[in-house]
């Protein structure tokens, strides 16, 4: 008690020294920690590098040979759309994510609200891919790369094999088939369900419309709807198609489908005649990231032909590869998968269905908002 | 002295209220002011706008899927109270104590597994081609379809609800004082009367807030109209789930959500009143 009155009673310039040496120790405490986790670090512990995508872009069969490659652990946020994205984005800091996974669509979005990092074209192998993937729209604000595509997929008609002959599904007329009335689902998204009944509207650009053209979409669908078993998100679809409850599926396309029949599933894809539609995914690096570095090196792991070949087979769902040189090894080590998929180097593939127009990009409604289109989706799923 | 003691009793009334402040108020508020906010390319910006509400109540799908919302979750109520009953009624008055304690830890099991597995299991059940269609054809009977219908929206809140009613019942049915079922019995009422005019009247509490259960569960589930319903004619939850899919628009969801919370706050008020109301 008496020294601890002393100590109350020294004089100041003491006291201050006592408190300075005290503040010394205690901050030298975490700095000695944190030096000897960076010790630790390049000893062997993995970094982290934080993706945002959809699901099994983070899975081991994908990533495991880049983490055991740059000793890093990538650590996956996966969303379920577009705008579950947007949301995930807009609610975290800068930084939150190193990579970025999106639809194509959104990528003018993400740079405009300042989400994305400006890229290097000359950092990604753009000289391997087809030409009409290099310079693909949206992913470029004139010179200036935001985004590297990295897969994408038709969506057409998916259908079950045993029910329903390919030579019916080769139309969305199908769709209107008496036969299949309440065997019909949509995957409830309206962007590729309202993108296909518009090609089958006529509609060559089918999500640029004018007014009376966007009357004649509404009126298409509704004409529909009577056929319609229900709205499915994705496990619905899944579970519809393989018990059997679902012939048709609106929306879809072999990224459902390709993963059921993995499975022996009796359900198959089709582009029809009326066109089908392409969606993208691509890569971007999130603003703010302090992986920079790790984040390219990651774009360039799944972007090089070895990458592409895991991506076309990824576990979750297959999907086609822009980069040809990635066909190429595919065609050598899976051919049949290769086969399966169209991406044949000789013979009728899928980048003739491309070339002759039959498929267009997926985007989101030029004309109208994407509310408008939205809320006529809840209108056509409220009447039967 | 009285107030001493009351004093002394409000330290522990701080804890219930900090929980529903903190866990239920507050958010109820931030809903509520949400409500009024815009959503500017995909953010949300603090406003202080009347369009989200007026955008919502003025739209047709919204009433349709109100009505709709509302109708099911009625069904519910009813489908899983008629069902409850009989099994309330025997685990009360039939078997022995011992029994019906064993029986209501059963009741319980159901919630160890996840209702979205169980829901995703009544698929099997209820498909064109599943077990019930098939038993039907061993009878010569025609399928019937049960899957993506109201029919199987029910079925999943049933699913979700009976055992919750179950055991709130049979514990309503479980105090009835035995000796005025046997004065009925003295006084030769028959089995049915001694169920309407006895056993329902002492047991209304019970049936009422077992049925409020059933409402409330059903009126907000997700799982049963997307999975078993095919997610058509939407309910409320689904359009909470499209209006926020549309643009990020979480302003027009949360008053999609206060309408919901609104409407259960009024169906509970009038429910308990129909329980613990005096009768004339």
């Known amino acids: 008690m008496k020294e601890e009155d002393k100590s109350l009673l020294s004089p100041f310039r003491r006291r201050f020294l006592q408190g300075s ?31 945002l995508a959809w699901y099994g872009h983070a899975e081991p069969d994908i990533v495991a ?28 800091p800068a930084g939150t994510y190193d990579l970025i996974l999106s639809d194509a669509e959104y990528v003018p979005q993400l740079r405009k609200a300042g989400y994305l990092e400006r890229l290097e074209a000359k950092d990604y192998a753009f000289d391997d891919y087809f030409p009409e993937f290099q310079k693909f729209p949206g992913h470029w604000d004139g010179n200036d790369l935001y985004a590297v595509m990295v897969r994408f997929g038709f969506l057409g008609v998916a259908y079950n094999t045993d029910a329903v002959p390919e030579s019916k599904a080769r139309s969305f007329k199908v769709y209107w088939d008496p036969a299949y009335k309440g065997k019909v689902g949509h995957f409830d998204w309206y962007l590729p369900n309202m993108g296909e009944i518009s090609l089958y509207a006529g509609h060559k650009a089918p999500y640029r419309l ?3 053209q966007f009357a004649k979409l509404k009126g298409v669908m509704k004409s529909l709807r009577p056929q319609v078993a229900g709205f499915f998100d994705y496990g619905g679809t899944f579970s519809g198609l393989k018990n059997g409850q679902l012939q048709l599926v609106c929306g879809i396309g072999d990224w459902i489908t390709g993963t059921l029949a993995r499975s022996g599933a009796k359900v198959s894809s089709v582009v029809p005649d009326e066109g089908g539609l392409q969606w993208t995914e691509s890569l971007s690096i999130g603003k703010g990231t302090r992986n920079r570095d790790l984040a390219k090196a990651f774009i360039q792991y ?17 999907a086609l590869i822009p980069n040809r040189k990635g066909w190429e090894l595919l065609a050598q080590s899976d051919p049949a998968e290769a086969r399966r998929q169209g991406m044949v180097l000789q013979g009728h593939s899928v980048m003739d269905d491309i070339r002759s127009g039959k498929i267009v990009f997926r985007q989101l409604p030029v004309q109208q908002s994407i509310e408008d289109w939205n809320d ?8 039967a | 002295m009285s107030s001493n003691t009351s004093r002394r009793r409000w330290p522990l009334l701080l804890p219930p209220l900090l929980w529903q402040l903190t866990f239920f108020l507050l958010p109820l508020l931030f809903l509520f002011v949400i409500s009024f906010w815009s959503v500017v390319n ?16 003025s739209r047709s799908s919204f009433w349709s899927a109100y009505g709709h919302t509302w109708a099911l979750a009625l069904g519910a109520a009813v489908v899983t109270t008629c069902c409850s009953f009989p099994a309330a009624c025997s685990l009360a008055f039939t078997v022995s104590e011992r029994t019906r304690k064993l029986a209501l830890m059963f009741l319980v099991v159901p919630f160890f597994t996840s209702y979205l597995v169980r829901v995703y299991s009544w698929q099997a059940f209820l498909a064109d081609n599943g077990i019930v269609n098939a038993l039907l054809a061993l009878v010569g009977l025609d399928g019937l379809p049960m899957l993506n219908s109201d029919f199987g929206s029910l079925v999943g809140y049933v699913t979700l609800a009976l055992p919750l009613v179950t055991l709130v019942q049979t514990m309503g049915l479980a105090q009835i004082d035995r000796n005025l079922i046997e004065a009925a019995h003295n006084l030769r009422a028959g089995p049915v009367r001694t169920l309407f005019e006895v056993i329902m009247p002492l047991a209304k509490p019970s049936l009422v807030v077992g049925a409020l259960f059933a409402f409330i569960l059903a009126f907000g589930d997700f799982v049963a109209p997307t999975y078993l319903g095919g997610g ?13 899919k549309s643009g990020q628009q979480w302003p027009r969801a949360a008053v999609v959500a206060i309408v ?18 005096r009768r004339k």
């Not at chain 2, 919901?260 to 109301?277: D, E, K």
């Open chain 1, 21 to 51: 040496s005290a503040l010394a120790v205690g901050s030298a405490l975490p700095l000695s920690l944190v030096s000897a986790s960076s010790s630790a670090q390049t000893a062997g512990q993995p970094r982290t590098l934080t993706m």
């Open chain 1, 65 to 92: 040979e880049f983490e055991a490659k740059y000793n890093v652990k990538v650590k996956p946020k996966y969303y379920t759309g577009g705008d579950n994205m947007l949301a995930l984005i807009s609610q975290s």
């Open chain 1, 210 to 212: 004018e007014g009376d």
């Open chain 1, 302 to 318: 799944i972007t090089s032909a070895q990458g592409q070949v895991k991506s076309a087979k990824m576990a979750a769902y297959p």
């Open chain 1, 376 to 383: 006529f989706w809840s209108e056509y799923k409220e009447k």
């Open chain 2, 42 to 57: 995909f953010r949300l910006e603090p406003d202080m706008t009347l369009k989200n509400w007026d955008f919502m109540l």
């Open chain 2, 232 to 244: 058509a004619p939407p309910t409320l939850s689904n359009l909470i789930i499209d209006t926020t």
């Open chain 2, 260 to 277: 919901m919370i609104l409407t259960l706050v009024v169906t509970s008020l009038a429910a308990v009143r129909l329980a613990y109301g």
